[in-house]
């Protein structure tokens, strides 16, 4: 019996030990894993998650792209929304059927990877899920052992505890390699077929499917024909799955591969170059640019400059004028155009204005009242010191309206209003709304800044224009959709001259076979023939252009009416819509005949015949003072504000911010309505012409 139990012990011993030994080996074994995956670190999402900047229009389609530092072409790809369903589903049925049920790793894709391995002696298909390849694009190696499968395998696991199914196949979608420096299908799509992967045939589907197994094999710039065969077996394996007819799979293999690699996107290249500089490590940025408007116009700019001439540059700028977006940006007819130097943003280049701040000189007389649109004005030969204007025709019209005066561009009556106007204060009103002028070192401005003796950039022009446009309030000029416009738009002309200005304009004669009275425009040339411009409006847009050589070399007969108005008037019809009316008439805008205006309005007068002789005491406005602030009074409709006036011929008309309120009594002296709160601007005409102003704040 004794015997018997220790028989029994001593055979029971080894069989306890057995398991013990592999216990302990297996705790053993799974510390050494549990010590192997923690020393593999976290997971290198944040490198994977870096991509090419993109600069996308308003509507958030791509404008351009920058390659990453080290060259890579990566564009963030959201599965949902930038790639055919269909590519989805090919995808998938080739190389991850479980993908939306197993866990990152499928054990059936693996089990027959592992049995076709040893029926067939060769690898027939892999077991490698979209997750385990994405652990590998996340850590590549080169090597292909069972240990880097068994890393792959437990990343796969990490990224489905950390990501969603639609955020593991949108980082694929990424990742992915498609040759060269392109990866992911976005980049792959846009430089071999040049669009984006939204819409695809079957036979892109197939290629783009099949790509990323071999991509450097299978580039369609080196090996087509590899990439060709790659592609039929993937339409073959669709057909044996049941997934797509033999027919349809037969059409998309007669498709051609070709070798080629188009360029990324290049549209509106300057103004994503100052949005990439003003904006830091941001990999989206979103632009007010319109593409389509971009588009057309860049393509106008090319079309124009090549019929002008090698040397000669195009640039253009669209504007919504009641936002201030700026719609469309060309900086050149080339960015890669070396003679044209075309990475030289010509809407930011100072270069003389001509005739073009013509309008604005007409606005601010209009303003002050001693002129309007139906005044008369001689065109004559004048002098001012040893300044004596000449037209661009070298001739005279005599005596002509205002009106004709600024829509035949002459050069007397405009320097005749300037000299009158002041050339400070017009240089000191357009820096106001954002036009600043450049003048040469330590010059003052002078009369010669009428006719173009200054500097001033397209873009500068483009926003005040549009003020023109927006009855006299400028918006700054924005291209960033994500930067607020300014709370409180800036003061460029009253409201009444900015329309009397508009109105005018637009009976400027339209260049050959365009049609009249649609758009409000206004040309200029440069001394020398170096600059040609034109900047008009409708009721929607502000479109300026300008013409000439980078480098500011003459180019004879450049002239705005010839060279650049017929662009302009182009770029409003590339618009694809009717010029939009602009705006009516505002209240209390004086529209009359020369014969019905108001005396002292009938005629200008230059500032020197303004003089007195005899025993004519000069016009004084004396109450209210010039820089006053005055109290409200109650809103009950009775005349509050007084005015006095001394010196002066008798009638006497009283302006109030531009328009006529009407004529002073014999004593020189009236009760007006009292303005809005706010600036109010007061003048007085006497009968000879002659008119003092003052500036008052209501509080």
């Known amino acids: 019996m004794t015997a018997l139990a220790t028989g029994e012990q001593t055979a029971t011993r080894p069989g306890r030990r057995a398991v013990r030994v592999v216990v302990a080996g297996a705790v053993v074994a799974l510390l050494g894993l549990a010590s192997w995956i923690i020393a593999l670190g976290p997971l290198p999402l944040g490198d994977a998650q870096q991509v090419s900047t993109s600069v996308v229009d308003r509507h958030g389609k791509l404008l351009r792209a920058y390659a990453m530092a080290d060259g890579r072409w990566r564009l963030p790809v959201e599965a949902a929304s930038d ?14 059927k479980r993908f939306h049920s197993h866990v990152g790793v499928d054990p059936l894709a693996i089990g027959r990877a592992a049995l076709q391995l040893v029926t067939d ?28 499968k068994l890393r792959q395998m437990v990343r796969a696991l990490e990224l489905e505890i950390r990501l969603s199914k ?32 939204k819409r695809l045939t079957l036979a892109e589907t197939a290629l783009l499917v099949a790509l990323p197994q071999s991509p ?39 498709a051609p591969v070709e070798r080629l690699r188009k360029p990324m996107p290049m549209l509106a290249p300057h103004a994503a170059d100052q949005a990439i500089a003003t904006v830091k490590d941001m990999p989206l940025i979103r632009l007010t640019i319109d593409i389509g408007l971009q588009r057309a116009l860049e393509a106008l700019a090319r079309d124009r400059a090549a019929a002008l001439g090698s040397d000669i ?99 007397v009556p405009a320097i005749a209003l300037l000299d009158r106007v002041g050339p400070s204060r017009l240089a000191a009103r357009l820096k106001q709304a954002g036009g600043p002028l450049v003048l040469p070192k ?140 602009l705006p009516k008439a505002p209240r209390g805008a004086l529209l009359a005949s ?11 007068r230059p500032a020197g015949e303004l003089l007195r002789t005899g025993d004519a005491a000069a016009l004084r406005i004396q109450f209210p003072l010039n820089g006053s602030r005055i109290e409200a009074a109650g809103n009950d409709g009775v005349p509050s504000l007084p005015i006095k006036v001394s010196g002066g011929v008798t009638p006497m008309t009283v302006l109030v911010n531009g328009v006529s309120v009407g004529e002073l009594d014999s004593r020189r002296q009236r009760l007006l309505n009292q303005p809005q709160p706010g600036f109010a601007r007061l003048t007085v005409l006497d009968a000879m012409g002659a008119a003092d102003t003052v500036v008052i704040r209501i509080q």
């Open 83 to 96: 790639v055919d369903p269909r590519y989805l589903q090919v995808l998938l049925a080739y190389e991850d």
């Open 121 to 148: 002696g060769h690898i027939v298909s892999g077991g490698s899920t979209i997750t385990m390849q994405l652990a590998r694009l996340l850590e590549p190696r080169r090597e292909r052992s069972l240990t880097a």
């Open 166 to 197: 639609q955020q593991i196949l949108d980082l694929y979608l990424t990742l992915a390699p498609f040759g060269g420096n392109l990866e992911g299908i976005r980049a792959a799509s846009l430089a071999y077929f040049g669009k984006e992967p």
């Open 216 to 254: 450097e094999r299978r580039r369609l710039d080196r090996y087509p024909g590899e990439a060709r065969a790659a592609r039929d077996r993937v339409l073959q394996r669709m057909v044996q799955q049941g997934a797509l007819s033999a027919d349809d799979a037969a059409q998309a293999e007669a």
């Open 313 to 411: 540059s195009v640039a253009m700028l669209a504007v919504d004028h009641t936002s201030g977006e700026v719609l469309a940006h060309v900086g050149s007819p080339g960015y890669f155009d070396e003679r044209r130097a075309g990475q030289v943003d010509m809407t930011r280049a100072v270069r003389s204005p001509g005739s073009t701040l013509k309008p604005f000189i007409y606005g601010l007389a209009f303003e002050d009242g001693f002129v309007h649109p139906e005044s008369l004005i001689d065109d004559r030969p004048i002098r001012f010191g040893v300044y004596a204007p000449e037209n661009f025709d070298m001739t005279f019209q005599g005596t002509v309206p205002v009106r004709k005066a600024l829509q035949l561009s002459l050069n």
């Open 442 to 581: 330590e010059e003052a401005p002078g009369l010669a800044m009428g006719l173009g003796g200054v500097g001033v950039r397209l873009h500068d022009l483009a926003q005040l224009y549009a003020g023109i446009a927006r009855l006299g309030t400028v918006t700054p000029l924005r291209e960033l959709a994500d930067h607020a416009a300014p709370a409180e738009p800036l003061r460029l002309l009253d409201q009444v001259a900015a329309w009397q200005v508009g109105h005018v304009l637009l009976g400027t004669p339209p260049p050959d076979n365009a049609v009249a009275n649609r758009i409000a425009f206004k040309t200029g040339t440069s001394y020398g023939y170096r600059d040609a411009w034109s900047v008009g409006f409708d009721g929607r847009l502000t479109i300026g252009v300008w013409v000439g050589r980078p480098d500011g070399a003459p180019v004879p007969g450049l002239v705005g009416r010839t060279a650049a108005a017929p662009i302009l008037f182009d770029a409003f019809a590339r618009t694809g819509r009717l010029p939009a009316p």
């Open 594 to 604: 020369n014969a019905k205006l108001p005396l002292p309005l009938r005629r200008f």
